[in-house]
Antibody, heavy 121, light 108 residues
Framework: QVQLQESGPGLLKPAETLSLTCTAS??????????WGWIRQPPGKGLEWIGS???????NYNPSLKSRVTISVDTSKNQFSLKLSSVTAADTAVYYC?????????????WGQGTLVTVSS | SYVLTQPPSVSVAPGQTARITCGGN??????VHWYQQKPGQAPVLVVY???DRPSGIPERFSGSNSGNTATLTISRVEAGDEADYYC???????????FGGGTKLTVL
Protein backbone atom coordinates (compact mmCIF):
# COMPACT_ATOMS: atom_id res chain seq x y z
CA GLN A 1 0.00 0.00 0.00
CA VAL A 2 1.01 3.61 -0.47
CA GLN A 3 3.49 5.06 1.99
CA LEU A 4 3.85 8.76 2.69
CA GLN A 5 6.79 10.60 4.23
CA GLU A 6 6.91 14.25 5.24
CA SER A 7 10.16 16.20 5.11
CA GLY A 8 11.26 19.74 5.84
CA PRO A 9 12.70 22.04 8.50
CA GLY A 10 11.56 21.42 12.05
CA LEU A 11 12.31 24.89 13.42
CA LEU A 12 11.26 28.24 12.02
CA LYS A 13 11.34 31.83 13.20
CA PRO A 14 8.24 34.01 13.24
CA ALA A 15 7.41 35.57 9.86
CA GLU A 16 9.28 32.87 7.92
CA THR A 17 7.66 30.53 5.40
CA LEU A 18 7.04 26.91 6.32
CA SER A 19 7.89 24.51 3.49
CA LEU A 20 7.16 20.80 3.69
CA THR A 21 7.23 18.04 1.10
CA CYS A 22 5.40 14.73 1.13
CA THR A 23 6.92 11.89 -0.90
CA ALA A 24 4.75 8.96 -1.89
CA SER A 25 6.10 5.47 -2.40
CA UNK A 26 4.42 2.22 -3.44
CA UNK A 27 1.78 4.29 -5.21
CA UNK A 28 1.48 7.08 -7.76
CA UNK A 29 0.45 10.65 -7.03
CA UNK A 30 -0.96 10.68 -10.56
CA UNK A 31 -3.53 7.98 -9.85
CA UNK A 32 -7.06 9.15 -10.55
CA UNK A 33 -9.50 8.90 -7.70
CA UNK A 34 -7.33 10.45 -5.02
CA UNK A 35 -6.63 13.85 -3.57
CA TRP A 36 -3.52 14.49 -1.48
CA GLY A 37 -3.93 16.49 1.69
CA TRP A 38 -2.19 18.28 4.51
CA ILE A 39 -3.52 18.19 8.09
CA ARG A 40 -1.93 19.64 11.20
CA GLN A 41 -2.27 19.08 14.93
CA PRO A 42 -1.04 21.59 17.52
CA PRO A 43 0.43 19.97 20.64
CA GLY A 44 -2.35 18.54 22.78
CA LYS A 45 -5.08 19.67 20.38
CA GLY A 46 -7.24 18.27 17.61
CA LEU A 47 -6.84 17.84 13.88
CA GLU A 48 -7.05 20.80 11.50
CA TRP A 49 -7.30 20.36 7.73
CA ILE A 50 -5.03 22.71 5.77
CA GLY A 51 -5.88 21.80 2.20
CA SER A 52 -5.86 19.16 -0.52
CA UNK A 53 -4.68 18.87 -4.11
CA UNK A 54 -5.50 16.62 -7.08
CA UNK A 55 -2.72 15.47 -9.39
CA UNK A 56 -4.03 17.88 -12.02
CA UNK A 57 -3.27 20.76 -9.67
CA UNK A 58 -6.82 21.48 -8.55
CA UNK A 59 -6.84 22.59 -4.92
CA ASN A 60 -9.15 23.12 -1.96
CA TYR A 61 -8.03 25.10 1.07
CA ASN A 62 -9.24 25.72 4.59
CA PRO A 63 -10.70 29.24 4.43
CA SER A 64 -9.05 30.15 7.74
CA LEU A 65 -5.59 29.53 6.25
CA LYS A 66 -6.22 30.17 2.57
CA SER A 67 -4.50 33.56 2.43
CA ARG A 68 -1.21 32.03 3.62
CA VAL A 69 -1.26 28.54 2.07
CA THR A 70 -0.05 27.14 -1.23
CA ILE A 71 -0.18 23.43 -2.02
CA SER A 72 1.50 22.16 -5.18
CA VAL A 73 2.19 18.82 -6.80
CA ASP A 74 5.20 17.46 -8.70
CA THR A 75 4.11 14.26 -10.41
CA SER A 76 7.60 13.64 -11.85
CA LYS A 77 8.96 13.29 -8.32
CA ASN A 78 5.79 11.69 -6.90
CA GLN A 79 5.61 14.50 -4.36
CA PHE A 80 3.29 17.21 -3.17
CA SER A 81 4.25 20.22 -1.11
CA LEU A 82 2.95 22.74 1.41
CA LYS A 83 3.97 26.34 1.86
CA LEU A 84 2.59 28.40 4.74
CA SER A 85 3.73 31.99 4.87
CA SER A 86 4.18 34.44 7.75
CA VAL A 87 4.22 31.78 10.44
CA THR A 88 3.65 32.53 14.12
CA ALA A 89 3.84 30.45 17.28
CA ALA A 90 0.22 29.43 16.60
CA ASP A 91 1.47 27.45 13.59
CA THR A 92 3.53 25.16 15.81
CA ALA A 93 2.12 21.69 15.18
CA VAL A 94 2.68 18.20 13.88
CA TYR A 95 2.04 18.36 10.14
CA TYR A 96 0.68 15.27 8.42
CA CYS A 97 0.30 14.48 4.76
CA UNK A 98 -2.38 11.99 3.77
CA UNK A 99 -4.07 10.38 0.80
CA UNK A 100 -7.72 11.32 0.39
CA UNK A 101 -9.89 8.91 -1.53
CA UNK A 102 -12.60 10.40 -3.74
CA UNK A 103 -14.74 7.26 -3.52
CA UNK A 104 -16.74 7.21 -0.32
CA UNK A 105 -16.67 10.97 0.12
CA UNK A 106 -13.04 11.76 0.69
CA UNK A 107 -11.78 9.78 3.69
CA UNK A 108 -8.08 10.06 4.47
CA UNK A 109 -7.09 6.42 4.08
CA UNK A 110 -3.31 6.60 4.42
CA TRP A 111 -1.28 9.04 6.50
CA GLY A 112 2.38 9.92 6.85
CA GLN A 113 3.98 9.62 10.28
CA GLY A 114 3.89 13.39 10.75
CA THR A 115 6.62 15.96 11.31
CA LEU A 116 6.80 18.47 14.15
CA VAL A 117 7.31 22.07 13.12
CA THR A 118 8.12 24.54 15.87
CA VAL A 119 7.93 28.30 15.40
CA SER A 120 10.08 30.16 17.89
CA SER A 121 12.36 33.15 17.95
CA SER B 1 -19.54 27.08 8.67
CA TYR B 2 -20.41 23.48 9.45
CA VAL B 3 -19.51 22.28 12.94
CA LEU B 4 -19.04 18.75 14.29
CA THR B 5 -19.44 18.27 18.05
CA GLN B 6 -17.90 15.35 19.95
CA PRO B 7 -17.87 14.68 23.70
CA PRO B 8 -14.39 15.34 25.09
CA SER B 9 -14.21 12.00 26.81
CA VAL B 10 -15.86 8.60 27.06
CA SER B 11 -14.99 5.90 29.58
CA VAL B 12 -15.80 2.22 29.38
CA ALA B 13 -14.80 -0.98 31.14
CA PRO B 14 -13.01 -3.74 29.20
CA GLY B 15 -15.41 -6.04 27.40
CA GLN B 16 -18.18 -3.45 27.34
CA THR B 17 -19.43 -1.36 24.42
CA ALA B 18 -18.22 2.18 23.78
CA ARG B 19 -20.30 4.64 21.81
CA ILE B 20 -18.73 7.88 20.60
CA THR B 21 -21.02 10.45 19.07
CA CYS B 22 -20.49 13.15 16.48
CA GLY B 23 -23.20 15.77 16.21
CA GLY B 24 -23.89 18.08 13.29
CA ASN B 25 -26.81 19.74 11.58
CA UNK B 26 -28.47 17.06 9.45
CA UNK B 27 -25.26 15.02 9.56
CA UNK B 28 -27.33 12.04 8.42
CA UNK B 29 -27.23 13.52 4.91
CA UNK B 30 -23.44 13.45 4.89
CA UNK B 31 -20.85 10.69 4.79
CA VAL B 32 -18.96 10.39 8.08
CA HIS B 33 -15.49 8.98 8.61
CA TRP B 34 -13.81 8.03 11.89
CA TYR B 35 -10.14 7.96 12.86
CA GLN B 36 -8.31 6.42 15.80
CA GLN B 37 -5.19 8.18 17.05
CA LYS B 38 -2.95 6.70 19.71
CA PRO B 39 -0.36 8.87 21.50
CA GLY B 40 2.56 9.81 19.31
CA GLN B 41 1.07 8.16 16.24
CA ALA B 42 -0.68 9.30 13.09
CA PRO B 43 -4.45 8.87 12.84
CA VAL B 44 -5.77 5.63 11.39
CA LEU B 45 -9.03 5.37 9.44
CA VAL B 46 -11.31 2.90 11.24
CA VAL B 47 -14.70 3.61 9.63
CA TYR B 48 -15.52 5.43 6.38
CA UNK B 49 -18.71 6.37 4.57
CA UNK B 50 -20.72 6.04 7.80
CA UNK B 51 -20.31 2.31 8.35
CA ASP B 52 -17.66 0.71 6.13
CA ARG B 53 -14.44 -0.67 7.55
CA PRO B 54 -11.05 -0.55 5.83
CA SER B 55 -9.28 -3.86 5.50
CA GLY B 56 -7.53 -4.84 8.70
CA ILE B 57 -9.93 -3.03 11.02
CA PRO B 58 -11.66 -5.42 13.43
CA GLU B 59 -15.39 -6.02 13.10
CA ARG B 60 -15.70 -4.67 16.65
CA PHE B 61 -15.60 -1.20 15.09
CA SER B 62 -18.86 -0.11 13.49
CA GLY B 63 -20.58 3.12 12.58
CA SER B 64 -24.04 4.54 12.08
CA ASN B 65 -25.41 7.89 11.00
CA SER B 66 -28.90 9.34 11.16
CA GLY B 67 -30.54 12.66 11.80
CA ASN B 68 -28.18 14.97 13.64
CA THR B 69 -25.89 12.31 15.13
CA ALA B 70 -23.31 9.87 13.84
CA THR B 71 -22.02 7.18 16.17
CA LEU B 72 -18.86 5.10 16.29
CA THR B 73 -19.49 1.89 18.24
CA ILE B 74 -16.66 -0.22 19.61
CA SER B 75 -17.83 -3.60 20.88
CA ARG B 76 -15.94 -5.76 23.37
CA VAL B 77 -13.60 -2.92 24.18
CA GLU B 78 -9.96 -3.81 24.78
CA ALA B 79 -7.20 -1.91 26.54
CA GLY B 80 -5.58 -1.34 23.15
CA ASP B 81 -8.62 0.66 21.99
CA GLU B 82 -7.70 3.49 24.35
CA ALA B 83 -7.07 6.44 22.04
CA ASP B 84 -8.44 9.69 20.68
CA TYR B 85 -11.18 9.34 18.08
CA TYR B 86 -12.08 11.97 15.48
CA CYS B 87 -15.03 12.22 13.13
CA UNK B 88 -14.73 13.87 9.71
CA UNK B 89 -17.08 14.95 6.95
CA UNK B 90 -16.68 16.63 3.58
CA UNK B 91 -18.87 19.72 3.56
CA UNK B 92 -20.17 19.96 0.02
CA UNK B 93 -21.53 23.46 0.50
CA UNK B 94 -18.06 24.87 1.07
CA UNK B 95 -15.85 22.14 -0.44
CA UNK B 96 -13.89 21.68 2.73
CA UNK B 97 -12.92 19.05 5.24
CA UNK B 98 -14.45 19.33 8.70
CA PHE B 99 -13.05 17.47 11.72
CA GLY B 100 -14.76 17.02 15.05
CA GLY B 101 -12.89 18.13 18.14
CA GLY B 102 -12.01 14.58 19.15
CA THR B 103 -13.02 12.23 21.94
CA LYS B 104 -10.61 10.57 24.34
CA LEU B 105 -11.66 7.00 24.99
CA THR B 106 -10.49 5.70 28.36
CA VAL B 107 -10.61 1.99 29.13
CA LEU B 108 -11.12 1.66 32.86
Amino acid sequence: QVQLQESGPGLLKPAETLSLTCTASRGSISSSGYYWGWIRQPPGKGLEWIGSIYYSGSTNYNPSLKSRVTISVDTSKNQFSLKLSSVTAADTAVYYCARQRVEGWYPFDFWGQGTLVTVSS
Amino acid sequence: SYVLTQPPSVSVAPGQTARITCGGNNIGSKSVHWYQQKPGQAPVLVVYDDSDRPSGIPERFSGSNSGNTATLTISRVEAGDEADYYCHVWDTSSDRVIFGGGTKLTVL
